[in-house]
DNA sequence: ACTTCATTCAATAAATTTATTGAATGAAGA
DNA sequence: TCTTCATTCAATAAATTTATTGAATGAAGT
């Protein structure tokens, strides 16, 4: 009949955008372009690989209509096409973390055997703030800090931690967060922090979270 | 376990929720239980494949957690898990149709070349509405109409309406409406009953576009 | 217990997607 | 114009997904 035929043909194309969605690797690289624009060398260096592989599955990404580019210089630039694709790329995160309990044990595994999990939550951390009682480090690798932070946040990349230590003070409890709830990084500095002697947690979310409420940023 | 295998493993099982969606006739059955648990029988016939096809979709469905089952009698009535689910569908659908024309273009030659598949605007249904000259009827599942829908209008399920005409008047022109202006299941409803010798016509728009200027509803 | 039948499972070939490799493109700066 | 090099394209084998078929399961009603 002709129904069924046009509805075939309107369910390919919205697996078009559904079919992107589909791969590991391209979930990973959503997750890193949500921090902002960043060029195709960028991205196969994080996700660790080959750079063809990376620019492969970024023509997916574009030609599904959930990422942009744009040349500045000599690099182009990826970044997510608009609030909408974030806001959906948020909500199949937490469907996967409340719907797949391998998730959690995933990274409470993870996180445990690392250090004791110790997270402050976004409302915890503004009042903290208000009262100054609170020293905030954006844990990200500067690149990204400087495409936007969270207000009065210090930039202070994981690779620096170990000879940055004096920069931080022992009398204040030490908030770290990165990409996201899923980002290890600051997972990985607070236990560094923890075992020299610091007041550390992580924020339980991360910067894009952040920005998407219109929470104070720089 | 080193950081770059967790991170494989965790994108990994983020993508079984997307895998899940990334197929066109798993996404007709989502769309199709958006509107009631639905027995797999049903399911089948819709979609139009063979009932061990549809299971198997079914399954893929329901280890990814995006849909739930429940025993009723000789049946088992498959359901979207919850509201989350219905909402990153709908987001996805949304950016499906932003983000490709090809789906526009197949929509409007699809209602174009279905004969007599008129749309209403607004202010012509307000107008008819103050002359008692029009039968209302909200398609969306009972859940959602009860949820909020346009003032006095009936709530009629698309699959409730093939045992329900009767309720229906032949001497005033009946309008359907559903979720918005992509929404299939007005026009489906408009075609079914003019089939059935009603005078019908869909309005142009849905629910969350009247509520949203704030016309009066219940 | 027995029968029915809605649903699921299992096996397989076809279709699609993925990672890999090396070459081609083409914009920017010299 | 020439060179550089970030990115894309193209070809291919491996891996995964899909539709199809027929058999197995197992809950409900007799």
Redesign the pocket.
Known sequence: MKTREFKKKLYKQLAVVT?AL?????LEILDLIAQGPV????IAEHID?????A??????LKKSGLVE?E?K?????YRMAGKQVYDVWNSLRAIGFSRNSEIEDLLNDYRSKKSGLKTISRDELLRKMEEDDVYLIDVRPSEEFELGHIKNAVSLPKVELGERLDELPKDKEVVAYCRGPLCLMADEAVRFLKENGFNAVRLDEGFPEWKAIDLPVD
Chains 1, 2 share one sequence.
């Not at 589909?22 to 391209?26: F, Q």
């Open positions: 079919k589909s791969n590991p690797t391209r060029p195709v060398e960028y690989q080959p750079v063809a592989n620019s492969q599955h970024l023509q997916v580019t040349r210089g000599k690099y182009n630039y």
